[in-house]
């Protein structure tokens, strides 16, 4: 029985499916790309030593683990960025409930709204996924990783898996996003969609809370481990405390614009304003914490146990197992960074009535522009503290393990790095938007946006 | 005729935001004979909304009962009470009425499409039809008028043969004139059909064409009436939307 909710959705709110599309279309090309891969390399004639020396290599092993982290990445950011995609129908929602749809109907609807964007999602992700396959092997033929004699073999089978996975995680991923949305009493619904809820939720501090304390025992547990229990281990641990930070993600943001507040002060009325609004925006802006801590973190850690280990022992890894390494973490950087620019894309689209009334009140552009700069600091300052703060819980334990060290290791060079690509992105996400939406004239966006 | 479609006993409705809790309702009980059309008036904040939620089963009270249809709302499961309201009940809302993206037949076939009471063909034609809307049942919603939303939005109310309509300020986005029209077609509904209609507005001239008038003041009901003329409505309005005398934010006991 079709109610119409979802035509309404997608027709009303198209722009706000772009954030699922592109992951789901993320998914499809590594997807494609990793399983194309692995057909080329079973698929080669190879002389036996060829054989074992790739699988020495853990090539295949890698495929199919990048696969394995695209589709459970995928579920967890078509979650993040549906729920930012619901939030825009919150008033059509209200109203089913209203005159009569139950939770399940409505959950149901969002289920069939991610489903019917997975399948053209998936066809361009399968066709990116090819020429990012071919990419790959070369450069895996490049570094000696494969034999010359492995030729890509584009395989259309591969369409049809890489268009179900992508329907099924998105399906379970809206299922999940929706829960909250379908549930809320309509007349909560109603009035909620009009004023910002504030941070905190005592069940919310409560959970992130314990997900915090329950990743950093277990990353004291991982430190008694032998080496390689504990690098399954770590995985954990960023895990949960991503998912605290997330939960806990209104929380910190206020209490680091708290702390941030006497430094504002000194830079006048912009910081004071930016910090009032992100105070005001915490929850609305939390959702786009779990994917840059999560980058962040999970870069952090890999790079860093790589360095320290050759700070420590004075060896480097091979180029080619290290490139094999961070060739998977740019994978995992890739979903996050997809997450953390919807959410924050997404929230600064809503805001420009807000832009507008204070040009219409008599803020300049640059003004204006300059409390979101400021407002941008402090949400990268908040992600660069907890994303820091988890990867040190993950790595150090880690570090004592295999090296006997309690000191990671990062030369500054790249630390400033991961600094500015965080910058980067916090900045695409506001400022950017920002600048463009207000070449409109002012009383423009008023009379429009709603 | 004679029994009461809708019944509050002792309701009282408390917001909790950032610690601080504030009544918006406080030990309302209320009993609404079936065939009669109550319009509920009070000032901003008075609790006004608050009280047409909780009868309506849109939002469940903090303490107290609430009756709808003979059923006690408080003690339904959410799926239970979605089924009630859907199949007995009726909402007009002041915007947000309609699927933009939905033709009016669509719109105003969604509660029967969500598993509601049937509805035939001919019956929306006629309710279309009964709301000046007919010959438009192909239109896309977003492409009308306020003044044609809102009657899409009663249309699709009333096409279930509801037991109660409830309205909020369903003509405050409306000028007088259209506002006139979807006024007249609820109390059409009360006269012809026996629908209940349960209406908050804050309008002397909307409240006059009602049955029963009530009136809130800080979460209590302060007045139960007869509708009296434009005039004594709007006097009334003003007495209880003047400073509240003595301490306001007393806790009910």
Redesign the interface.
Known sequence: ?????T??AL??HRWAFLGPFATQCLAATVVTAMLTTARSLSGATLSPGQRRALDVADVPDAAAVFAGNAIYLSVLMVGVTMTAAIAHQA??I????????????IRRSVARQAGVIAMPAAVLGYGIGLCAGWAWLTALVHQGLVPAVVRYAPAPVVLPVAAGIAVATSVVGALVAAVRPA?V????A?SESATLR?AGGRTRTAVGLLLFAGGAVLSAAVSTFAADQADDAALFVILAMCVGAGLLGPVLLSAVTRLARPLLRLVGDPGLLAADGLVARSRRMSPALVPLVLAGAFAGVKVVSHTTAEHVTGVRDPAADLWLDYSGTAVFAAFALVGALNTLLTVSLDRERELALLRLAGATRAGVLAIWTWEAVLVLCTVLTVAAGVALATLVPLTRTALHTWTPYLPASWLATGVLAGGVVVATGTVLPAALLMRRPAIESARTSP | MGENVVELEAVGRRYE??GAGVWALRRVSLRVRAGTYVAVMGATGSGKSTLL?CA?G???PTCGRVLLAGRDVTRLR??TL??L???RV??V?QS???????TVR?NVL??S????PRVRAGEVEATLTAVGLAGTGDRRVGALSGGQQQRVAVA?ALVTRPAVVFADEPTGALDPTTGGRVLALLREAVDREGVTVVMVTHDPVAARISDRLLMLRDGRLVSDSATPDVATIAARLAAVSGPAEGAGAAVPG
Not at chain 1, 94 to 105: E, I, K, M, S
Not at chain 2, 113 to 116: A, D, E, I, N
């Open positions: 029985m079709t109610t119409g909710l035509r309404q027709i009303r008033r059509d209200a109203l089913l409930r209203a005159v009569g749809a139950t939770p399940g109907q549930r009493p309509p007349a909560t109603m504030p | 935001s950032d939620h309506a849109l939002d469940r959410e799926a979605t089924r309201r859907r199949d009726g909402f809302f947000y009425n309609v699927l933009s993206e939905l669509q969604l509660t499409r969500l598993g509601g699709r």
